[in-house]
């Protein structure tokens, strides 16, 4: 596994209460038929969710910006021989825009708050209705703000205990959370990404990784769909856990598409 696609899993990997939740309204909104059913899975990553969507039978394409993730990703749906298939494009979701057309666009973990602020988000919502086809559905999850008591500042180091870690080829890799820096408009979350040989020794490595959360509430994302031409469908709630916050997943249609 490349060193993108460890640290990738380590910090994402432990979310497994929304997987069911992707997977049963996936499923809802493009039942199974008699032809092949295509989903894009935006900020695909490792495939945490592009892969369990490929077992279901679906035909999976995973756009990310990471290559080195997109590598994985592919080797993992080579290895478990998905029903579905994986197909990887390594292209900013932004920009990215082809006439293929997909029964299903999934932007799973937040990813469409790392899109960047309102005009960013707005541009990619204006794809993704192009890039759907007639009677497609759109799913997005957002940050779920009201259940999540995100502290603002530095990590206190006494409350972190063990960090997130993982050994691979003899390499320990940690990684640490550092602070929450909450702005009107965003959130940076910083880690410290650690490598050790030794869990007694000195790190080999020490770096910080900072990624950044444009906010936006519900009623806003429910008004940028509307401009670009989306009816909502369904709300539903992921849970939080100790490693992650909760999420809010909306379901979304073309306005003017056959219900
Ligand atoms: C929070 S992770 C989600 C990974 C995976 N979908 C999951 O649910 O575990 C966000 C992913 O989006 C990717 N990403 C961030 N900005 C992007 C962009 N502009 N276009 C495409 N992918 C992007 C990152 O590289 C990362 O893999």
């Given at each position: 596994m490349n060193t993108a696609a460890i640290w990738h899993d380590l910090d994402y990997a432990p979310v497994s209460t929304d997987e069911a939740l992707w997977l049963e309204l996936c499923q809802k909104y493009a039942p199974a038929s008699d032809r092949e059913r295509t989903v894009l899975d935006v900020g695909a990553g490792t495939g945490r969710i592009s892969i369990p969507l490929a077992h279901a039978g679906f035909r999976v394409t995973g756009i990310d910006v990471d290559g080195e993730l997109l590598i994985e990703l592919a080797r993992r749906a080579m290895r478990e021989r998905t029903q579905g298939g994986v197909g990887v494009i390594r292209a900013d979701a932004r920009e990215w825009r082809v006439r293929t057309v997909f029964d299903l666009i999934?932007?799973?973990?937040?990813?469409?708050?790392?899109?960047?602020?309102?005009?960013?988000?707005?541009?990619?919502?204006?794809?993704?209705?192009?890039?759907l086809a007639t009677g497609g559905k759109l799913i997005v999850s957002i940050m779920d703000e009201d259940s999540t008591d995100l502290y603002d500042g530095e990590t206190d180091p006494d409350a972190v205990g063990e960090p997130d870690r993982v050994k691979v080829d003899g390499v320990y890799y940690e990684s640490y959370p550092i602070a929450v820096r909450k702005h009107p408009?965003?959130?940076?979350?910083?880690?410290?990404?650690?490598?050790?040989?030794?869990?007694?020794?000195?790190?080999?490595?020490?770096?910080?990784?900072?990624?950044?959360?444009?906010?936006?509430?519900?009623?806003?994302?429910?008004?940028?769909?509307?401009?670009?031409?989306?009816?909502?469908?369904?709300?539903?709630?992921?849970?939080?856990?100790?490693?992650?916050?909760?999420?809010?997943?909306?379901?979304?249609?073309?306005?003017?598409?056959?219900?």
């Open positions: 999934v932007v799973p973990m937040n990813t469409i708050q790392m899109l960047g602020p309102g005009e960013q988000r707005a541009r990619f919502l204006g794809h993704a209705h192009a890039m408009d965003r959130f940076e979350l910083v880690r410290e990404r650690v490598t050790c040989r030794s869990l007694d020794g000195d790190a080999d490595s020490a770096q910080l990784h900072a990624v950044t959360l444009w906010r936006v509430s519900p009623i806003r994302l429910l008004r940028e769909t509307a401009e670009t031409g989306f009816r909502l469908l369904e709300s539903r709630k992921a849970g939080a856990t100790d490693e992650h916050a909760g999420s809010l997943i909306f379901a979304f249609a073309r306005r003017g598409d056959p219900c």
